[in-house]
């Protein structure tokens, strides 16, 4: 079974400023991650994923994570937030079979950009 | 249309009554799948579809939730006899490829609060 953790449910930081959002992960087989954005009244939006390969993954909007294997983890980061990244995040999983192909879901973590 | 379109945008229903959420995907995409997302919570999965086919529906709660995409196009979620804890908002999501090509598009949801 597959479990995401994200640690902190509210991240208060000032305009310019860097932020890491956290994010954890348990499960038994390998998996594929995700961070996904959602604005108010809309729905998500995919910011960036790891499949394979690099471990640093870059997505839209200046945000990247990395994927570290022996800490199970995804953290997400951007050097310099900006007021228009006030938004939820959500970090997900999926397994590699391809014959489950739901994510599994954090509980999100909302991002207040002060200025 | 230009993205994922699921209507009613609220549904406000008595406990007891069947109601049925649409979700129209975008154009052309071939998988689709149902999330339902408490307050405060991330989305959870429900069912999936590839074209027409109900590939899974592990994450649907118990048999008065049903779902289908007869012309592997528009898809339905129907809830009968609602319940108080079926209240939650209800996303639909549709991504052109499967596989590791996937890129899940989400609609704004449906709102479904049970009196």
């Known amino acids: 079974a597959q479990s995401v953790t994200q640690l902190d449910s509210q991240v208060p930081v000032f305009e310019e400023a860097p932020v890491e959002l956290r994010c954890n992960y348990s499960?038994?087989?390998?998996?594929?991650l995700f961070w996904y954005v959602q604005y108010p009244n809309q729905g998500l939006q995919l910011l960036l994923k790891?499949?394979?390969?690099?471990?640093l993954v870059k997505g839209i909007n200046g945000f990247e994570a990395e994927f570290n294997k022996s800490q199970t983890s995804f953290h997400l980061r951007k050097p310099s937030v900006h007021i228009s990244d006030t938004a939820e995040y959500f970090c997900?999983?999926?397994?590699?079979?391809?014959?489950?192909?739901?994510?599994?879901f954090g509980s999100g973590t909302r991002l207040q950009v002060q200025p | 249309g230009a993205g994922v379109s699921q209507s009613p945008r609220y549904k406000v229903t008595k406990r007891g009554q069947d109601v049925a959420l649409r979700c129209d995907p975008i154009?052309?995409?071939?998988?689709l799948y149902w999330y339902r997302q408490a307050l405060g919570q991330g989305p959870e999965f429900l069912t999936y579809?590839?074209?027409?086919?109900?590939?899974?529906k592990s994450g649907l709660p118990n048999d008065r939730f049903s779902a289908e995409r007869p012309e592997g196009s528009i898809s339905t979620l129907t809830i009968q006899r609602t319940e108080q804890r079926d209240s939650a908002m209800y996303r639909c999501?549709?991504?052109?490829?499967?596989?590791?090509?996937?890129?899940?598009?989400f609609g704004s949801g449906t709102q479904l609060s049970v009196l």
């Open positions: 997900a999983s999926s397994t590699m079979d391809t014959g489950r192909r739901a994510l599994t």
């Open positions: 499960s038994s087989v390998s998996v594929y």
């Open positions: 790891y499949l394979s390969g690099s471990t």
């Open positions: 154009s052309g995409h071939v998988s």
């Open positions: 579809f590839n074209y027409e086919a109900q590939q899974d």
């Open positions: 999501a549709s991504s052109l490829y499967s596989g590791v090509r996937e890129k899940l598009f």
